[in-house]
């Protein structure tokens, strides 16, 4: 009992102290396949403009725009070629200023990538650095000499395949890209880096942007002759820098793309008293699943305990300090419904349930386009369908090892980053009344039945489902700041958890399976309250035992005993 009030005070205070991104639900635009205006097949700013209000409609208060900085394209934008202009296919400097002022109207803020690991090799900082090895902006960049052997300095591996080091033939020197050999490293140890990339982050500020989404942020400390990529030793001291020269103070949302992340980093990156950022993606609930030599390319089977494990752990980890950032999809991983979900049986209940267990839990929820409405991964038969560098690279290099071609492409079926980068499904017209044109990248034939326009029309779609979940959040301070309690680990299908705060306990129960399951509940569970959301036209009652549907997910609100 004692310790329930220190409990209740301590919830009490960080309440108090509540930032306006805990409550908030941020939307995740990917602008090339999100809606073109003016029919050339591929999406832009006025597009985006052009659908704020179904934004607004959905409850969004932020967007985080992937990339649209000039750019020469080869990895769609995370390869920068002026971080201060809009790329043309995307529009001008003007339609992003009417977007902002625009969403702004609507109570909705814009987050923007921040691409400065790298930039792309045709930003004027790189085609300067390559003239010579005495050029002023030779240090912008990272060039090793070749090994004795004339080979590569060492052996770094880019994440689209093969070597990290490109050898540049008129300096006779070679550049680091951990990415393609388009996106050459920036040396951040040049103080004269960083001025630049906080002068332009604060020119982003002035223009009224709401944060940052920051592109594989852990890799910036790099140590290249030590071979260590991510968590250097001056990472958190940079982003400490950062965050006193740009955004400190000014109630922005800052998110870090930090793959490597551990809950012990993720204290480090977000802790209250740290000033560093507001929170970070960490991907292990993905990479778990991932085949250890093969990786995303050959899928492995869905364990619902495994899941549970990694994402409790985080949970737990962040429970006094930090902060999470919930979610399943974004433009570099499949889509939810298809990876987790059932998209042929039950696509409507478990993109429900989905939603149900993520965004009940502690941690700013995201929502990568589409996902609202139930897309589901595209359905490519040949490798020329394929879009993505990385993708066909890979295609090239794990077929040379040994992959049979076959096993590729429904790994890439399966993982591969166009899943998520289909056209949004508007509606059930030609091209999903993406574009007038023809688009950049395949629509997915389902549209006819999963689009936007239906969705809305349906008060038992997905979409209104999401609606009502990002308001729950903004009424209930128990899904925002509740203590989180998972029960039946070990359980392989059905996932359950409280949230208990200010003597209000949310439960949530959620099957997994596409099976009815009979569930013996634990004690603390057997509660009776108020439903907030379910996705079966039924009354939950939370007995001793009970049976959940296939798919079926709800959440309880109840007082505390
Ligand atoms: C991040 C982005 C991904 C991009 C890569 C290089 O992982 O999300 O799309 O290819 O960084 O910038
Ligand atoms: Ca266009």
Known sequence: MAEMRTHARQTFSSAAKEKWW???????????????????????????????????????????????????????????????????????????????????????????????????????????????????????????????DGGTPNALTSSFGGPAWTLDPATGEYYLHLFSRRQPDLNWENPKVRDEIYAMMNWWIERGIMGFRMDVIDYIG?????????????????????????????????????????????????????????????????????????????????????????LNKWQYALSDDGWNALFWGNHDLPRAVSKYGDQRGFPLESAKMLATVLHLQRGTPFIYQGEEIGMTNATFTSIDQYKDIETLNMHRLHVEAGLSPDDFIRGANENGRDNARTPMQWNAGSNAGFTTGIPWIEVNANHVT??????????????????????????????????????????????????????????????????????DLPNELQVSGECLITNYNRVPQLEERIELQPYEAFAVLASED
């Open 450 to 519: 999963i689009n936007a326009e239906a969705a809305i029309s349906d008060e038992h779609s997905i979409w209104n489902h999401y609606r009502k979940l990002i308001r729950l959040r903004k009424q209930h301070a128990v899904i925002v700041h509740g203590r989180f309690q998972s029960f039946l680990d070990h359980h392989p299908d059905v996932y359950t958890y409280t949230r208990t705060h200010e003597g209000k306990k949310l439960v949530v129960v959620a099957n997994f399976s596409a099976r009815v399951i009979p569930l």
């Open 22 to 148: 805990q409550r908030t639900t941020v939307y995740q635009v990917y602008p090339r396949s999100f809606a073109d205006s003016n029919g050339d097949g591929i999406g832009d700013i006025p597009g985006i403009t052009s659908k704020l209000e179904y934004l607004k409609a959905l409850g969004i208060e932020v967007l985080w725009l992937s990339p649209i900085y000039a750019s020469p394209m080869d990895d769609n934008g995370y390869d920068i070629s002026d971080y201060q202009a809009i790329a043309p296919e995307f529009g001008t400097l003007e339609d992003f200023d009417r977007l902002v002022a625009e969403a702004r109207d609507k109570g909705i803020g814009v987050v923007l990538d921040l691409v400065v690991n790298h930039t792309s090799d045709e930003h004027p900082w790189f085609t300067e650095a390559r003239k010579s090895r005495d050029n002023p902006y030779r240090d912008y960049y990272v060039w090793r000499k070749p090994a004795a």
């Open 222 to 310: 790099k140590q290249v002759d030590q071979s260590i990529v991510t968590d250097g030793p001056h990472l958190h001291d940079y982003l400490k820098e950062m965050n006193r020269r740009t955004f400190g103070g000014q109630d922005l949302l800052t998110v870090g793309e930090t793959w490597s992340a551990t809950p012990g980093s993720a204290l480090l990156y977000s802790g209250t008293e740290r000033e560093e950022l507001s929170m970070i993606f960490q991907f292990e609930h993905v990479t778990q699943q991932w085949d250890p030599k093969f990786g995303k390319w050959r899928a492995r089977p869905f364990d619902l305990v495994k899941l549970k494990a990694v």
